[in-house]
C-alpha cells in the first residue's frame, strides 16, 4: 500500500486517482450512510472539493482504497471558508452552529474531512496501515504550509483510536447526532509535531470496519 498527495493543480500526474477517491466517497456516504450531500451516480463532491483543498490517498495493487481531504482554516473559495466555519456561520445544513465555541482563522490550523477507507481493505492490520498513510500525507502536506495542528469532526470513539496511534487528540466542541445516519459526531484537534514518529499502527486493534469507512468531517 502506498501513499500518493495532491491538490487540484497536480491531478493529472495521479490518472483516475482523484475519480475513484470520490466514487469511494460516494459508495460510503451516499449509498450505505444515506446522507444527503452532492453527488451523481458515480461521485462525491462538495464545495470544498476546490483548489485550496489538498489530498492524501491510499493506493493499493493501482487502486485507490482510502482518501482524505484537508484545506487551512484560512481557505476561503467565493462565498465558503472551509466547513466547520461554514457550519458556524450557519452555511450548512445538518451542523449545528455551536459546533465550535469559535472558528479559527489561522495559517497554523488545517482541517481534514471526507476520511473514507474501502470496504475491501478488511483486516485490522491493513486498515491501520491505510489510515496511517492517509494521516502522513494530510501531516506533510499541512505542515509544509506552516500548520501546527488539525482539526476534524470526528464519531467520538475516533479519540481513542489516534490516542492508539501515537496522535492525541482532544475534543473542542460539544456533539451532536446526525439526522441523516443517526451516528454521533463531536469535532476535535490535536498537534501535528511527531505523528509519523508516534504512532503505532500495529497496535490499533481497536479500529472497526464500519468505523474505519467514517468520515472524520461531515
Known amino acids: 500500500m502506498q501513499n500518493i498527495t495532491f491538490n487540484l493543480t497536480e491531478l493529472h500526474k495521479h490518472g483516475t486517482a482523484f475519480f475513484e477517491y470520490l466514487a469511494l466517497r460516494k459508495q460510503f456516504f451516499v449509498d450505505q450512510l444515506g446522507w444527503d450531500i452532492p453527488h451523481d451516480e458515480d461521485v462525491e463532491m462538495d464545495q470544498y472539493d476546490n483548489p485550496k483543498a489538498f489530498y492524501s490517498l491510499a493506493v493499493k495493487d493501482g487502486k485507490v482504497v482510502g482518501g482524505m481531504r484537508t484545506m487551512a482554516t484560512t481557505a476561503q473559495w467565493g462565498s465558503h471558508t472551509y466547513m466547520l466555519r461554514d457550519a458556524v456561520d450557519g452555511k450548512l445544513i445538518g451542523i449545528p452552529q455551536d ?120
Open 99 to 218: 459546533i465550535l465555541p469559535e472558528a479559527e482563522v489561522t495559517p497554523s490550523v488545517w482541517e481534514a474531512t471526507r476520511i473514507v477507507i474501502a470496504d475491501e481493505v478488511g483486516t485490522h492490520k491493513e486498515r491501520s496501515q491505510c489510515l496511517g498513510l492517509l494521516l502522513d500525507g494530510v501531516c506533510r502536506q499541512a505542515e509544509e504550509h506552516g500548520a501546527t495542528e488539525i482539526m476534524a469532526l470526528c464519531p467520538p470513539v475516533f479519540a481513542r483510536t489516534m490516542r492508539t496511534i501515537g496522535y492525541p487528540v482532544y475534543p473542542i466542541g460539544e456533539p451532536y447526532v446526525n439526522e441523516h445516519d443517526n451516528r454521533k459526531y463531536v469535532a476535535m484537534k490535536g498537534k501535528l509535531a511527531g505523528i509519523t514518529a508516534k504512532r503505532q499502527p500495529h497496535d490499533v486493534n481497536v479500529l472497526r470496519p464500519d468505523f474505519l469507512g467514517q468520515t472524520t468531517a461531515a
